[in-house]
């Protein structure tokens, strides 16, 4: 059975910085391209950042670009968001998900076989 499993979420100023981990079993998960998703109240669910399979590509939404940080390690089975400089519009419930895929990054939600729980962010002003 697959588990995503996240943690790291919590309450933060704005300026602060906060890393998420996402802990995968029941996957070979050196095979799976991984992503971060976040959904803001009221919002759709909206991607943040996906990273390939060795963990040497990266892909990130704009409005994350140079504050956000997505790596992996395929030995401990982990996904890891470093998030800094946070804006009270990064405050969402932020979800791992996983793709059984040979593709260098995926963005879209249905693209995506497997999903976490989520955590939350809350970004004060």
């Known amino acids: 059975q697959v588990q995503l499993v996240e943690s790291g979420g919590g309450l933060v100023q704005t300026g602060g910085s906060l890393s998420l981990s996402c802990a995968a079993s029941?996957?070979?998960?050196?095979?799976?391209?991984m992503g971060w998703f976040r959904q803001a109240p009221g919002k759709e669910r909206e991607f943040v950042a996906a990273?390939?399979?060795?963990?040497?590509?990266?892909y990130y939404v704009n409005s994350v670009k140079s504050r956000f940080t997505i790596s992996r390690d395929n030995v401990k089975n982990m996904l890891y968001l470093q998030m800094n400089s946070l804006k009270p519009e990064d405050t969402a419930v932020y979800s791992c998900a996983a793709a059984l895929s040979t593709a260098y990054f995926l963005t879209q939600m249905d693209e995506y076989d497997y999903w976490g729980q989520g955590t939350q962010v809350t970004v004060s002003s």
């Open positions: 029941g996957l070979t998960f050196s095979s799976y391209v």
């Open positions: 990273i390939n399979r060795s963990g040497v590509m990266t």
